[in-house]
């Protein structure tokens, strides 16, 4: 192998992996004032390059909001696409389904800040720019899945689906105002706290969908 082989291996390398420090810092300056109040200023400087930098890999500051969400959406889906959907009963996949989305919730806070945000901000322009309908199908899936085996109650899949994404995903980005309901102090995000939550939403999620829940 040549050393101008080398030499251009090396520099993708140093090129991915500034490109990946560029976005992990865009990531926390999104998630602390969304797309509008997010200074390119700051992220430059949390990561160490120039402003030209940034705008040279992303073109410019919605370029690396849109590769943020794109990010997000891919390391989302390569954690879902582990979730045996098939194998399992509807109800068993269900649950993985809404585990995995809630782990995901929990340890990458970041994010439902971020899509909350966009809503807010955006009226979802960007959400609707990324696949996003590949993070609901498997839930609609299964959804389905379920209703033609008998196991769930009829039911439109997409509006479930939308509900479970809520359920999982709203005690995260709202943590801050319902850390009030719990005496002061409580780590919301503690291991024990964030295994609580995911019991509690798993088992109301199965109870609203089966056809015959247990009395």
């Known amino acids: 192998m040549g050393s101008s082989t080398v030499n251009k291996k090396a520099a993708c390398r140093d090129a991915e992996a500034t490109k990946n420090s560029i976005l992990d ?31 040279y890999y992303f073109s410019d500051k919605e370029g690396l909001y849109r590769a943020v969400l794109e990010r997000a959406l891919s390391r989302r889906l390569q954690i879902l696409q582990k979730v045996d959907l098939h194998a399992a009963e509807p109800k068993e996949a269900l649950r993985k389904l809404v585990a995995s989305f809630i782990d995901g919730a929990g340890q990458n806070q970041n994010l439902p800040a971020i899509f909350l945000f966009e809503s807010v901000q955006n009226q979802g322009k960007f959400y609707g720019q990324i696949a996003i309908a590949s993070l609901y199908s498997p839930l609609v899936q299964v959804l389905e899945r379920g209703i033609a085996s008998g196991h769930f ?4 899949p997409l509006h479930v689906a939308v509900n479970i994404v809520g359920s999982a995903v709203y005690y995260f980005c709202s ?7 719990w005496p002061s102090g409580t780590d919301l995000f503690s291991e024990g706290m964030r295994e609580k ?7 109301m999620v ?9 009395a």
Do not use: W
């Not at 810092?25 to 940034?54: D, P, Q, S, Y």
């Not at 109650?153 to 439109?156: G, I, W």
């Not at 199965?206 to 247990?214: C, E, H, S, T």
């Open 25 to 55: 810092a865009a990531e926390e300056e999104f998630a602390r004032a969304g797309l509008l109040g997010a200074r390119t200023e700051a992220i430059a400087a949390n990561t160490g390059v120039t402003k030209a930098m940034i705008y």
């Open 197 to 203: 939550h995911k019991a509690e939403a798993i088992e």
């Open 153 to 156: 109650r009829k039911l439109d």
């Open 206 to 214: 199965i109870a609203g969908v089966l056809k015959y829940p247990p």
């Open 175 to 181: 943590a801050q105002n319902v850390k009030h309901l």
